[in-house]
C-alpha cells in the first residue's frame, strides 16, 4: 500500500525566512502528487499538483515543488515566507490512473512570526 | 466557496446515538469520496462512488459506518451507534480543476 512521509510535524519560521517541506512517498507506480494547504479554520485547498512533465511545478501564492523520481521525493518550496502563510500543509500521491484516492501525509504545521 | 457542500458544519452527539451527514458537490462527477481526518492526521480515505456505486471501503469504515448515493450527485454518510473514537472531521470530495476539490467538512464530537 502507497504511504506517504512528511519529515516535519512542526516548523517555525521568522518573516522573509526561506521554506522547505519534505515529502516522500513509497509507491510502486507512476504517481501524481499534490500539494494541499489547510488554513486555521478553513478548508483543504490545493496548492499545487504534479501529473507529468517539467518535475518543477509551481502553484498559488509562490510556492513551488520539485519532484525528483530517483528519490521518491515532491519537495515543497517558498522563496520568503509571509505570516499569512502560517497553516497546515499535506502532501498527497495517488496513482496515475483516473481519478484514484488520495492517500495524505500526516501534514506539517507551519507557524510564522511576523 | 469551495464546490462542495456538506451539512452540518458541526454535530456533537452522545455516545451511542446515530448521526447522518450530506454532501453536496456544485457541479457534477461520477465520482465523490469521503475522508476522515482526526487531530495531527492527515485526511484519510473511507470510501468512494461512481456514480451511484461504492466501488471502494477502506478498512476504517467498519459495519456501524454506511454511505449512499442515491442518484448519483449528493452523498450522505451515516454512523450508527457512535463511539467517542469516532470523533474527527468528515470530508467529501469531488475531482475538479485537475485536482480534488474538498468540502468543508462536518466535525463530529461524540461526548
Known amino acids: 500500500a502507497q504511504s506517504v512521509s512528511q519529515h516535519n510535524h512542526h516548523v517555525i519560521l521568522s518573516e522573509a525566512a526561506s521554506l522547505e517541506l519534505g515529502c516522500n512517498y513509497s509507491?510502486?507506480?507512476?504517481?501524481?502528487l499534490f500539494w494541499y494547504v489547510q488554513y486555521p479554520g478553513q478548508h483543504l485547498q490545493l496548492l499545487l499538483k504534479y501529473f507529468s512533465g517539467d518535475p518543477l511545478v509551481k502553484g498559488i501564492k509562490g510556492f513551488e515543488a520539485e519532484f525528483i523520481k530517483s528519490k521518491f521525493s515532491f519537495n515543497l518550496r517558498k522563496p520568503s515566507v509571509q505570516w499569512s502563510d502560517t497553516a497546515e500543509y499535506f502532501c498527497a500521491v495517488n496513482l496515475n490512473s483516473g481519478y484514484s484516492t488520495l492517500t495524505f501525509g500526516k501534514g506539517t504545521m507551519l507557524l510564522v512570526s511576523p | 466557496d469551495t464546490g462542495v457542500s456538506q451539512d452540518p458544519r458541526h454535530k456533537i452527539t452522545k455516545r451511542g446515538q446515530n448521526v447522518t451527514f450530506r454532501c453536496d458537490p456544485i457541479?457534477?462527477?461520477?465520482?465523490l469520496y469521503w475522508y476522515r481526518q482526526t487531530l495531527g492526521q492527515g485526511p484519510e480515505f473511507l470510501t468512494y462512488f461512481q456514480n451511484e456505486a461504492q466501488l471502494e471501503k477502506s478498512r476504517l469504515l467498519s459495519d456501524r459506518f454506511s454511505a449512499e448515493r442515491p442518484k448519483g450527485s449528493f452523498s450522505t454518510l451515516e454512523i450508527q451507534r457512535t463511539e467517542q473514537g469516532d470523533s474527527a472531521m468528515y470530508l467529501c470530495a469531488i475531482p475538479r480543476l485537475g485536482g480534488y476539490t474538498f468540502g468543508s467538512g462536518t466535525r463530529l464530537t461524540v461526548v
Open positions: 457541479s457534477e462527477h461520477n465520482r
Open positions: 509507491y510502486g507506480g507512476t504517481v501524481n
